[in-house]
């Protein structure tokens, strides 16, 4: 409860914790209005690259969520953000990604390189990729062989769905690029790095154990809370089943069926701290 009723906003993951899919948690809307009513900011952060931020925020303007700009996140812009600032001499990048994600990068300013072996771009990126081709795979697999600079943008091993399938993610495309040659990636961008929460830190002037970081699964959004030192709340309207969540070691500070459970959680500590300061 002390630490809930420290919480001044809340990191929300997107895919299994707020939508599964194209479909919004009845509870979603509810949960944002009560966090506003209560003076809690709140933020969107997701692994998913697939989209740029502005299908993002269309998309949940589509679902009734209309919020702005500098409340998104992606995994895609923060790989963004990293060679800007890290290695500013990568211009031209081969990619694995989308064409809304690829889109993303060349407005940034950088260019996308074509399958070719004549020349070496100056770094791989390889992220969540829907239109995955054969051909882009193997030539994103000799790239690592020769040793160009290798990010991934995020260790995700599946997406969560509301369709009968297996939605194959940026980390299992990596296991794949690994089998084949050996090598890992140099550097994986997104949660569980800490650097996710950063930019919501410095952007509100929060400490982090004033932030709840809200996701539905323990390996991404939960270490991260742990690495970042914010509050790591575990849901279970995603991936991530109660047997798994009991099982782990070290477990979530808090542990939920849904957002919606979290809200009444984060109102009693404040009602219970209201009624102690009478």
Known sequence: ?????????????????????????????????????????????????????????????????????????????????????????????FALGTPSMLAEFEAAGFEIAPVETDCLPDALVVAFDTTLEYQRLCHASWLASQGVPYIATNPDRVCPTDQPTVLVDCGSICCAIEHATGRKPDLVIGKPNPDMLSGIRHRYGLEADEIAMCGDRIYTDVAMARNAGALGVLVLSGETTLETALASDPMPDITAKSIFEFGELLLEARSRADFSNR
């Not at 630490?3 to 919004?24: E, K």
Request: glycine share 6%; net charge positive.
């Open 1 to 93: 409860m002390a630490a809930c009723r420290r919480v001044r906003h809340v990191a929300l993951d997107m895919d299994g914790t707020i939508y599964m899919g194209a479909t919004l948690f009845p509870y979603t809307r509810s949960f944002l209005d009560m966090l506003a009513a209560n003076g809690i900011g709140y933020s969107f952060l997701t692994n998913n690259p697939t989209r740029s931020i502005a299908d993002y925020l269309a998309k949940l303007k589509k679902l009734g969520i209309e919020v702005e700009p500098e409340k998104m996140y992606t995994t895609a812009v923060a790989t963004i953000d990293y060679l800007r600032a890290e290695m500013p001499h990568v211009r031209k990048i």
